[in-house]
């Protein structure tokens, strides 16, 4: 399916935090957006995946939803949102209950989903006893488990230290390489984006506006390799070059907030 | 238990080349475990106690020794009269207690889920709660007679406050996050209400319950004290009229035993309703 944002924006009272996004996000690829802290990259994250109100534009989304799909938009959470009281199992099985599913195929998936993520042994396991890599695991095992249309992941990776991060990255690569889901990937990691995106959303700082759109030239399979490394360093410097000043207005911007309201 | 640190005796001039030990500045402040140690003390002051009675150093007719309250527990149990006492008492507070932490439950929630309910209640909760429930008894009496309904009554109203604010409190504490991606999952609003912000509310409820029972037994005997025949309450003033310390002691006793129980109890529900925490 391809979701098409059109004239986008979004205000908090009298503040803009988005103006005038447009772009499509096409089937089947990793659309990164990434740009300065506060430029409402969660908020048109929100918006597109009908969480949040736009004050201005509207999001539209072409072709028909997958069979099967019990939640066309999901999410997953940077802070994993999932809830505590529930085991690992019962975390994933919360996408499935309202759908009336018969028993065997809800199980069904619930092991599948669980499996693909390698949580089968941690099944009955509550969030608290599991590591930030293993929780968000949790999340996505929900959000695969719904069998979604488009895939809206939330810095999924924010929460998580250097190495859990590369795993995990690794793994949802692999994933996605053998089921190539459309996928929004919200990330402030400009190497998490290269190695993950289709093409790269490039936000300035509030009101946030699409600065540029870059695609990255090589597939994802290739990325890992030595040859790739050049292209890729290249690209970064690009993407770098296209945040910095912006990163450095916009860190000056929230430590001037906050001093204002101290 | 915070363990204090002991003082560590000061490294030795040990010297390697001119190079010493960093000396250590940790440890201590940890809990620890003394098994045994709260038992010991505990039968210590029963032992001291007694002994002091015995050798007349406190006069038997204030403070009983604790044989004599127990001989006197003894005694009521036998009678019959143990259970006349303690069978009301428990009938008054389990009915009051069930009565206000329903009441106070149903409007906890209404006030934390629905914000028409918030607007209305929170002020009306807000001003009544600071009220000693008690002072209402001879008002209660008035409405509800001098028999069962007004004491019931004053300890359901005593436990509806807090439990209403514990429940409120509860919903509040709920994260937004977890409101938001049960949205995001399409969970309708009554789901989201019975999968989400119920068990959310769940730890604070429980909470309640300990201040609540408290409060409960602390209404209860006051009621029993002001009016009634039977009842642990009003024994322990009858006793106190008579001069009958050890009778009045037993009639304590009788009031720990039943906080301690309740405590157990409560404990027991948190553990089980509360593994994931």
């Known amino acids: ?262 | 238990m915070l363990e204090a640190p002991r003082d560590t005796p000061a490294e030795p001039a040990f010297s390697e080349g001119g190079a010493r030990v960093v000396p250590f500045r940790g440890g201590g402040f940890v809990a620890a475990r003394w098994r045994g140690a709260s038992l010991g003390f505990f039968a210590a002051a029963l032992l001291i106690w007694e002994a002091a009675v015995r050798a007349d150093v406190v006069s038997r007719l204030f403070l009983p020794a604790p044989t004599d309250i127990a001989a006197a527990l003894w005694n009521l149990a036998t009678s019959g009269l143990l259970w006349q006492h303690v069978g009301l008492s428990l009938v008054r507070i389990a009915a009051g207690w069930t009565l206000g932490t329903l009441a106070g439950l149903a409007a906890g929630l209404a006030i934390g889920i629905w914000s028409l309910a918030r607007a209305v209640g929170l002020p009306f909760v807000s001003a009544l709660f600071p009220i000693p429930k008690i002072a209402l008894l001879p008002l209660l009496i008035l409405w509800l007679g001098i028999g069962e309904a007004a004491k019931i009554a004053t300890i359901a109203l005593g436990v509806f406050f807090p439990t209403a604010i514990a429940a409120y409190s509860g919903v509040d504490a709920v994260p937004r996050n977890l409101i938001r991606m049960a949205q995001s999952f399409g969970l309708c609003a009554r789901d989201v209400i019975s999968k989400v912000v119920l068990p959310g509310a769940l730890p604070s409820i429980l909470a309640g319950f300990r201040v609540t029972a408290s409060i409960a037994l602390i209404l209860l005997v006051s009621a029993e004290m002001i009016g009634a025949e039977f009842g642990i309450g009003a024994f322990i003033l009858a006793a106190g009229n008579m001069m009958r310390t050890d009778q009045l002691m037993a009639g304590v006793t009788l009031l720990s035993v039943l906080g301690l129980l309740i405590g157990t109890v409560l404990s027991r529900l948190e553990r089980r309703l509360l593994r994931w925490r």
């Open chain 1, 1 to 262: 399916m391809e979701l098409i944002v059109q004239n986008v924006g979004h205000a908090y009272g009298a503040v803009s935090a988005l103006d005038g996004i447009d772009f499509t996000v096409h089937e089947g690829e990793i659309l990164a957006l990434i740009g300065p802290s506060g430029c409402g990259k969660s908020t048109l994250l929100g918006i597109m995946g009908g969480i949040l109100q736009p004050t201005q534009g509207r999001v539209l989304m072409r072709g028909p939803i997958p069979a099967g799909s019990l939640n066309p938009f999901t999410y997953v959470f940077q802070d994993f949102a999932l809830l505590p009281w529930r085991s690992v199992e019962g975390n994933v099985a919360l996408a499935l209950e309202h759908h009336g599913l018969p028993a065997s195929e809800s199980a069904r998936r619930i092991e599948e989903a669980l499996t693909r993520m390698g949580l089968s042994e941690f099944r009955a396991a509550f969030p608290k006893q599991l590591s930030g890599g293993m929780r968000q695991r949790v999340g996505i095992a929900r959000a695969l488990v719904a069998n979604p249309a488009v895939l809206l992941m939330d810095e999924p990776l924010s929460a998580l230290d250097a190495q859990t991060r590369e795993l995990l990255m690794e793994d949802f690569l692999s994933l996605w390489l053998r089921q190539r889901l459309t996928v929004v990937y919200v990330t402030h990691n400009l190497a998490e984006a290269l190695r993950l995106a289709d093409r790269i959303v490039v936000l300035s700082r509030r009101p946030g506006r699409v600065r540029e759109i870059v695609s990255v030239p090589l597939p994802q399979a290739d990325r890992a390799a030595p040859e790739a490394q050049a292209t890729l360093a290249k690209l970064h410097e690009e993407l770098w070059g296209l945040i910095k000043t912006e990163a450095q207005i916009a860190e000056r911007e929230m430590l001037a907030g906050e001093a204002a309201d101290a």
